[in-house]
């Protein structure tokens, strides 16, 4: 069986987690930030297989943290009992970012920052300086995960999405070459037939996170419309084999 597009970078992904997750660690201790976990955190949380994925989970940690630090510092100098400041800073945020639809994603990250501002602050460190601090740990961890994206051996989602249509019309030619043998050449090839219709779903589940990541990088819309396009032709395809499927095991 033949493998999804992204599994021969399988040990790229890997290896960019940790050499991201390192430089921040290196960055935050060059810049005598004490909190490298922060940092560290971010980039590998950021870090995601293509660059259009990165750049989304970057902005939408970014989001996040900054909404999240904003209020927990605000919570921090209003109310004066720290824990009853993180309750309602958490509540404050949570319930911004599910209000706006372009912060629902960043909903819980947000809350645990805002956690974090108001209950993780250093000794006679006030509540501005450790949300201050936050922000920067994570924005710093963010660059460094999007640098080591777009300049370490770089993956475009959609270089990859190319590939995957390819590797989808294969599995499509191998469906129909084993629906046609079951039907005309009276061969058992029930293995066959599943194993290319779960390859080819799991290459069109794959392609259609492509297209999302594809979206968010930068100078590839175009062309990805036009693999968009390729890929709904595909679907189309898919639902006309699944229907000879059914004619052909039906009696």
Sequence with gaps: MKTS????????????TALAALIAALACEALELDQSLWAVISAIIV?????????HA???????????????VLMGLVVPDPTAAMVVAVFVTM????????????LRLAGIT?????????????VVETGAIRFLETALGIAVALAVSLFVLPFR?????????????????DLYRALIQAEFDDRDTSKDIVEARARLRALQDANKTLIRSGFKEPRSKKRVEFLRGIF?????LEEHLMAMEHAVESP
Aim: positive net charge; glycine residues 16%; proline residues 4%.
């Design 114 to 126: 805002a956690a974090i501002v108001l209950m993780l602050g250093e000794p006679g460190q006030s």
């Design 47 to 55: 870090m995601q297989a293509d660059l259009g994925g990165s750049v």
């Design 58 to 72: 970057g902005w939408v940690r970014l989001l996040g943290t900054l909404v999240g630090a904003i209020a927990g």
């Design 157 to 173: 989602a959609a270089t990859g999405l190319g590939r995957g249509l390819a590797e989808a019309l294969s599995a499509c030619a």
């Design 5 to 16: 597009p992204l599994n021969g970078r399988a040990l790229v992904h890997p290896f960019k």
């Design 232 to 236: 709904r032709l595909e679907q189309r």
């Design 95 to 106: 319930s911004v970012c599910a209000i706006i639809s372009g912060l629902n994603e960043a």
